[in-house]
């Protein structure tokens, strides 16, 4: 959207907004040894739900680093999990979790922001 004098504004996100976003995240956590693999199956300016059969139980803090399609250095940023979906839960719906993004630095918020900006 561009404002009367030719700058480019974005319109404003809604407060969860989702978009389809599959890639690989990385995460550790305190209470599990090693670095753990999960599939992101969308991501909002806010976090990102998490494929997986075993989620973490909820307020587990972990810290993620993935990839977004622009080209950038890696996003890494503090998590909390937020919810879960276990497999019994998911008739419809893919077991796994969501997880909130904790202190996200500027400059990452404002990619991230752009880029679900982009899907509408």
């Known amino acids: 959207m561009q404002s009367r004098e030719g700058s480019v ?34 991501l909002g300016k806010g976090g990102l739900f998490l494929k997986t059969l075993l989620p973490l139980e909820s307020g587990t803090m972990l810290r993620c680093a993935f990839r977004l399609p622009d080209g950038g250095t890696p996003i890494v940023v503090n998590a909390k999990v937020a919810w879960t979906r276990r497999g019994t839960d998911a008739r419809e719906q893919p077991a796994g979790m969501g997880i909130r993004f904790i202190n996200l630095a500027k400059d990452e918020r404002l990619r991230l922001r752009s880029f679900v900006s982009d899907f509408e």
């Open 9 to 42: 504004t974005h319109k404003p996100l809604k407060l969860n907004q989702r978009v389809p976003f599959m890639v690989e995240v990385s995460s550790v956590t305190q209470s599990t040894a090693g670095t753990r693999q999960y599939l992101a199956m969308n």
